[in-house]
């Protein structure tokens, strides 16, 4: 909408590439006073801060976020509206979880009222930690995608989800048919595809959770719409492979089921994607899908250790998630952090350039809207990030032995939480600020 002229100004990180790819020079914009001026909610023009200062008309008014960091919002590319009240739940693997906790609770979101409200939840709290577009499941229930999408677009969000498709292996009450899961798809593509920024994705659950019949159904859907998303989950657990081998005993993997269905192309975000074979990951880089890495979801429910320099080695785009509600915090400094030790694990090692990296630029790209957001640069949408790197005690004290912004980021997605947010921008517009938010200022 028209919102008029504004100017931030802060340290402002951008990237221009991938660190891992092209280097650190040629990918990491940074400019230490830098204003970033906004028209309309998009990004008119990114410059050093004297000169562009002394350029502003006057009367436009500049929000001084000095000295702290001003980066694009960051992107969430897998998470579920239905468990924010399953983060956290005890003791269980994938399949045990799924149908003690996360089942029973998505049947209440049938409920306008109960999706509606978690809506609102979500969208505060993801707005609280700097994550301005993500791309959410919501149930197998209509309404609780209906009520996602206006919410989000009431905030003005850019944001992608789905009508969960699952016809079986659930209580009854969440399951669909072939036909309804297309036609409630169809529906709310018609509905709220394009309307402002908002886009459906084809959402089948996962393999285990579809009939031949309703995989084929995603087929004719993402068929007939070329150019829209496609979120499913991917081998994320031993138990769930196994399970899918015996219900598709013609497909020589998993990967193989989904394109079997026409699922893997671009825009095609594959959920977990631990236990891949080459053949597997080969498949899905050579079809322009992306695998989304969820750490902290992997390690709560003890599902593996996703193998970053793997995916790399044949050009497979990774993004990284929380996936709540199998993922335990909101933030996505956490859920870089947890990426590093996962790695770590793995003997492999995520710099912070490249994880910052990851958190916006090259999540948006994985998620076919890397020409919208994910970067401070003229022509995007105004989706900001404000980040205090000294916003706690351990925070503060660790400041003060860094030497280069390198180590300074990485301290702060190591240490980091939604208290570094000091304020959330969407097109221009505070969506969140601290100091209005119930905390309290830090001394
Ligand atoms: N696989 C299928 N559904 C889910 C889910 O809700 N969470 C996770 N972590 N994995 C899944
Ligand atoms: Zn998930």
């Known amino acids: 909408g028209r919102t008029g002229t504004l100017a931030i100004r802060?340290?402002?990180l951008s990237f221009d590439a991938d660190p891992a790819v092209e280097g650190e020079a040629p990918s990491v914009r940074f400019i230490e006073d830098g204003i970033v001026v906004i028209r309309d909610g998009i990004i008119v023009e990114v410059g050093e801060g004297p000169v562009v200062a002394r350029r502003l008309e006057a009367g436009i008014a500049v929000i001084d976020h000095r000295p702290h960091l001003v980066m694009p919002g960051f992107i969430d590319p897998h998470l579920h509206l239905p468990q924010t009240q399953v983060i956290a739940s005890y003791g269980q693997?994938?399949?045990e979880w799924l149908a003690k906790y996360t089942f029973p609770e998505e049947l209440r979101y049938g409920d306008s009222a109960v999706s509606e409200e978690a809506s609102r939840f979500l969208l505060d709290t993801l707005a609280a930690n700097g994550t301005t577009t993500a791309a959410a499941y919501c149930t197998s229930h209509q309404v609780s995608a209906e009520a996602f999408f206006t919410e989000a677009d009431r905030r003005g969000l850019r944001m992608l989800a789905g009508k969960v498709m699952m016809d079986r292996n659930a209580p009854p009450g969440l399951l669909d048919t072939p036909q309804s899961g297309y036609d409630q798809t169809k529906e709310l593509i018609e509905t709220f595809h394009g309307r402002g920024r908002?886009?459906?994705a084809i959402t089948p659950?996962?393999?285990?959770?579809?009939s031949e019949a309703q995989l084929d159904a995603a087929k004719a859907l993402a068929a007939e719409y070329p150019g829209l998303p496609i979120q499913t989950h991917l081998s994320e657990n031993k138990a769930e492979i196994a399970f899918v081998a015996e219900a598709f005993p013609w497909s020589k993997d998993y990967t193989d089921v989904y394109e079997r269905y026409g699922l893997v192309r671009p825009r095609a975000l594959f959920g977990h994607c631990i236990h891949l074979s080459d053949r597997e990951r080969s498949a899905l880089a050579d079809k322009g899908a992306s695998a989304i890495f969820c750490p902290t979801s992997n390690l709560f429910l003890g599902s593996g250790l996703y193998d970053l320099a793997a995916s790399r080695a044949v050009g497979l785009s990774t993004g990284i998630a929380t996936d709540i509600g199998g993922g335990t915090s909101y933030s996505m400094l956490t859920t870089a952090a947890e990426g590093y030790k996962v790695l770590a694990l793995k003997g492999q090692k995520l710099r912070a350039f490249e994880a910052f990296h990851m958190l916006t630029a090259g999540n948006a790209a994985a998620m076919g809207i890397g020409d919208k957001v994910g970067r401070l640069e003229k022509g995007y949408e105004a989706d900001l990030v404000v980040l205090d790197t000294h916003s706690t005690a351990p925070l503060r004290r660790r400041m003060e032995r860094v030497q280069s912004l390198s180590e300074e980021l990485f301290a702060l997605m190591i240490l980091g939480?939604?208290?570094a947010t000091v304020a959330t921008y969407a097109m221009g517009?505070?969506?969140?600020?601290?100091?209005?938010?119930g905390h309290r200022p830090l001394a």
Do not use: N, W
Not at 429 to 437: E, G, L, N, T
């Open 10 to 12: 802060g340290r402002l």
């Open 93 to 95: 693997e994938l399949m």
């Open 198 to 200: 908002l886009e459906v």
């Open 205 to 210: 659950r996962f393999a285990p959770t579809s």
């Open 417 to 419: 939480d939604e208290r």
């Open 429 to 437: 517009r505070k969506i969140y600020d601290r100091y209005h938010a």
